[in-house]
């Protein structure tokens, strides 16, 4: 008997989405490694642990492919591309990157819609909301790094920003949560 219960195009997508976790972790760590080398011991440390993240979520889709009965194919993660040119090209990429997860992620929450998928529509209700959260964390950064001087930060700022970037917390506060006692 078959205890797959995902269509072939969905298993392929999620398979496709591991790969995908996978490489953006190896971005993270490739640009943690970066910022290292420069003396951003913080900005490091921060990507590190993102690395780790994007790790996890890779984990996540290998999970439930394997739960749902379906085959799990791994597939060679592309190289990370070229090192930044300075801090604010480095979270410039980290944006673009999880730009390009949400959309991969809306592709696998419409595919899920039209094969009305619902156990998988639900399983990826999550990482919609990671990805704004991945996405607003970004975006905060790079309005840090724009008051700091954008490419053209100095030390001293950059300095701030290393280890400001050392303590920040991994999630990033969202509209859905706020209220009028926490704004």
């Known amino acids: 008997m078959n205890h797959n219960r995902l269509s072939s195009r969905m298993a392929e997508g999620l398979n496709s989405q591991i790969t995908r976790e996978a490489h953006a972790s190896q971005i993270y760590l490739s640009y943690a490694s970066w910022a290292d080398a420069q ?24 999970e439930y492919i394997l739960e749902r009965g379906a085959e799990v194919k791994i597939e060679p993660i592309p190289g990370p591309g070229d090192n930044p040119k300075n801090v604010n090209n480095c979270f410039e990429k980290v944006f673009e990157q ?4 949400t959309e991969s992620i809306y592709k696998l929450v419409r595919l899920s819609f039209d094969e009305q998928d619902w156990a998988t529509w639900n399983f990826l209700q999550w990482f919609v909301k990671e990805q704004v959260e991945e996405e607003t964390l970004a975006l905060d950064l790079l309005d840090k790094i724009k008051i700091a001087g954008g490419p053209d930060a100095k030390n001293d700022a950059l300095y701030t920003l290393d280890r400001d970037l050392e ?3 991994d999630e990033a506060k969202l509209a859905q949560d706020a209220t009028t006692d926490n704004p």
């Open 167 to 169: 303590k920040m917390p």
């Open 98 to 101: 999880e730009v390009g997860n």
């Open 39 to 62: 003396g951003y011991k913080g900005i490091a440390n921060f990507l590190f642990r993102h690395a780790q993240e994007e790790r996890n979520h890779m984990m996540k889709f290998l």
